[in-house]
C-alpha cells in the first residue's frame, strides 16, 4: 500500500516560486509513474504534471509548460513540482498521485493513490 504526503505549499505574490514535494511510502516507489494535479475552488480537479519511472519522460499541461517542472528522486521516495512565474489562476490545492503500477504515464489509466493535498495561493 503506497502512502503519500505532500508539503510546500503556501501563499506568494504573482511572479514567485513555490516547490511541493511528495513522500512515498512503500519499496516500489522507483517502479510506477508520478503525477500532480490541482483542483481550485468551484472546478473540477485537473491534471498539472506527470512523470515516468525513471525522471527521464516528463508531461505538462499546456497551462503550465514552461513555468513548472517535475522530478523525482527515488532514493528519498519524493517527488517534486518545481513551480515559477506563478500566476493567481494557479491557485488550488495541489494533489500528488501514484499511477501504481504503471511504470509510464498513460492518459486513460486512472492514479490508484493520492495524498491529501497542499493549498497553494498566489496573490496578484
Known amino acids: 500500500q503506497v502512502e503519500l504526503v505532500e508539503s510546500g505549499g503556501g501563499s506568494v505574490q504573482a511572479g514567485g516560486s513555490l516547490r511541493l514535494s511528495c513522500a512515498a511510502s512503500g519499496r516500489t516507489f522507483s517502479s510506477y509513474a508520478m503525477g500532480w494535479f490541482r483542483q481550485a475552488p468551484g472546478k473540477d480537479r485537473e491534471f498539472v504534471a506527470a512523470?515516468?519511472?525513471?525522471?527521464?519522460?516528463?508531461y505538462y499541461a499546456d497551462s503550465v509548460k514552461g513555468r513548472f517542472t517535475i522530478s523525482r528522486d527515488n532514493a528519498k521516495n519524493t517527488v517534486y513540482l518545481q513551480m515559477n512565474s506563478l500566476k493567481p489562476e494557479d491557485t488550488a490545492v495541489y494533489y500528488c498521485?501514484?499511477?501504481?503500477?504503471?511504470?509510464?504515464?498513460?492518459?486513460?489509466?486512472?492514479?490508484?493513490?493520492w495524498g491529501q493535498g497542499t493549498q497553494v495561493t498566489v496573490s496578484s
Open positions: 498521485a501514484a499511477q501504481d503500477p504503471v511504470s509510464d504515464y498513460v492518459r486513460s489509466v486512472p492514479f490508484a493513490t
Open positions: 512523470i515516468n519511472w525513471s525522471g527521464r519522460n516528463t
